[in-house]
């Protein structure tokens, strides 16, 4: 039996060992795209719906921190095994899965009632949003020959770019418009046409891939990692609600423990010869592990400024939805520039990134010179130069990032290294959602909106020169020049991680 496109459902993959190139290579490539589209969005709108949302359905302050940080948080639990899972089951059959657990999730989130609805929903996106993504770059490998993935991969750019220009506009369009009064709800229910598109696109266009793969599913390591995650990031996010009760200073010295087990658990499958989630030999380079640090607060730092500027200008400046989306729209057009500018750039290895925290760090600087100095009648246009210069940095950072740290690592690491940091890049969004609105609220209780948009900033500020320092544990280039000393490999993977990551959670 074929499926439509005639494959036949066990068929080697169509751009293997010299075969003819897949037909319908390029309309799969546009429901991958889909895909990685709805996700994008999904982890854009939120922090601009989030004073609409708890106005509708009520909710503490919490809230709107879980709406990001839930997401996040099920998708890094989610990506350490949605990978391997297409591995075992076929990566076709776990995209259609995922999306088509993701269109639900979203209507889900359309109709909720309740906090804790909308909440579990979001959850339930993030998991189910973990399962497609990885799929779309495996099939890619596969469908498109060598000379092809270049152009291929490039499609992502350009796309993810107008997504993060666009995202913002697009949902305060919605709520501002509330077409026949869903208001806030819009903003997920414009998610079914693209999940159906994906859904059908999936089944009709994407290639069947043979089953029974040999590799087993660490489930006992994905738990460990997944309690170790949630158990950090709930009492951050509840503690403040609680007025920082015993029991969340207990929860977060357990969820330390529970990654100290994590990680022996995973030396210790790897002694036995079994399929550990995470290549333990990588937290001996010093490039990866500190690769790791650094994604971490940088990924915290910036998903945590973009939740906090979008409460301020709605909250305390009282812009509209769409007014508060147009308003962070010159920091994504930055780091557009920035992801292009990137490619001239490459030779220079690490000095770039830190070129661009500095760079990051004087748009910062010059956004609070901003706020303070324009008060409460500050204006979206008053806020260009700085916030232009900010996402100039951010891109400047994030470009070469997966690169820098990959470069570090040996060809058979190459995919747990790539997965990791990709996990590490959304625990990052789930902790910036956490620490970041925990600072951001606790001081609003003895100061204005004003005070606490500054403070924030002002953590926001020593976050970054942390990850300032921590790029010098990076190799100094991705690629030497000399073609020595990188490992064999991790170009490659470099390209096919850098990709999507360069475009996604950006400014909110």
């Not at 909440?119 to 469908?143: C, D, H, S």
Request: glycine residues 14%; proline residues 5%; contains cysteine.
């Amino acid at each position: 039996m074929t499926d439509a496109v005639g494959l036949s459902p066990s068929a080697t993959p169509p751009s293997a060992g010299g075969a003819e190139p897949y037909r319908w290579r390029w309309v799969a490539l546009f429901v991958i795209l889909a895909a990685e589209v709805m996700d994008l969005l999904d982890s854009l709108v939120t922090n601009i719906a989030a004073p609409a949302i708890r106005q509708d359905i009520g909710g503490g302050e919490s809230t709107i921190q879980w709406l990001g940080a839930g997401y996040t948080l099920a998708m890094a639990i989610g990506l350490i095994t949605g990978g391997r899972l297409g591995d075992i089951f076929g990566r076709r059959r776990m995209f259609m899965l995922g999306a088509a657990g993701f269109t639900l999730g979203s209507l889900a989130c359309g109709v909720a009632q309740e906090p804790w609805q909308l909440i579990a929903a979001r959850i339930a996106q993030g998991l189910l949003g973990a399962v497609m993504l990885p799929q779309g770059f495996g099939i890619m490998k596969e469908i498109f020959s060598p000379k092809e993935q270049g152009a291929a991969f490039g499609m992502f750019g350009p796309v993810m770019g107008l997504s993060t220009v666009g995202g913002p506009i697009l949902a305060g369009w919605l709520i501002d418009a509330d077409f026949a009064g869903t208001g806030w709800r819009m903003i997920f229910l414009i998610n079914i046409p693209l999940g159906l598109f994906a859904f059908i696109g999936g089944r009709v266009f994407l290639p069947a891939q043979a089953e029974g793969r040999t590799v087993r599913l660490d489930l006992v390591g994905a738990l460990l990692a997944a309690v170790g995650a949630a158990t950090v990031i709930y009492p951050l996010v509840q503690g403040r609600e609680h007025d920082w009760p015993l029991w969340a200073f207990a929860l977060l010295a357990v969820g330390v423990a529970v990654f100290g087990v994590f990680g022996w658990y995973e030396s210790r499958r790897k002694a036995v010869g079994a399929d550990p989630l995470v290549e333990p030999s990588l937290f001996a380079k010093r490039g990866f592990s500190g690769g790791m640090v650094l994604g971490l607060i940088f990924f915290t730092a910036m998903t945590g400024f973009w939740l906090t500027f979008s409460l301020y200008t709605q909250l305390g400046l009282h812009y509209s939805p769409l007014k508060s989306g147009l308003a962070g729209v010159p920091a994504s057009v930055g780091m557009v520039i920035a992801f292009v500018a990137s490619q001239a750039l490459q030779r220079f290895g690490r000095k770039v990134m830190h070129a661009g925290l500095l760079v990051m760090l004087a748009g910062v600087l010059g956004l609070m010179y901003t706020l303070h100095s324009q008060g409460a009648g500050v204006t979206p246009w008053q806020t260009v130069p700085a916030l232009l210069v900010t996402g100039l940095g951010m891109g400047l950072v994030m470009a070469p990032f997966f690169g820098m740290v990959l470069a570090s690592v040996d060809s058979h690491e190459t995919g747990s290294a790539s997965g990791t940091l990709t996990a590490v890049q959304q625990l990052g969004g789930a902790l910036g959602s956490a620490i970041l609105g925990t600072v951001f609220f606790e001081r609003l209780k003895t100061a204005d909106f004003a005070s606490a948009e500054q403070f924030t900033l002002w953590s926001e500020i020593a976050m970054l020169v942390v990850v300032f320092a921590a790029i010098f544990l990076l190799p100094k280039h991705a690629r030497p020049e000399d073609g020595e000393g990188a490992p064999e490999g991790s170009a490659d993977a470099a390209t096919t991680v850098d990709v999507r990551k360069e475009g996604e959670h950006q400014p909110v």
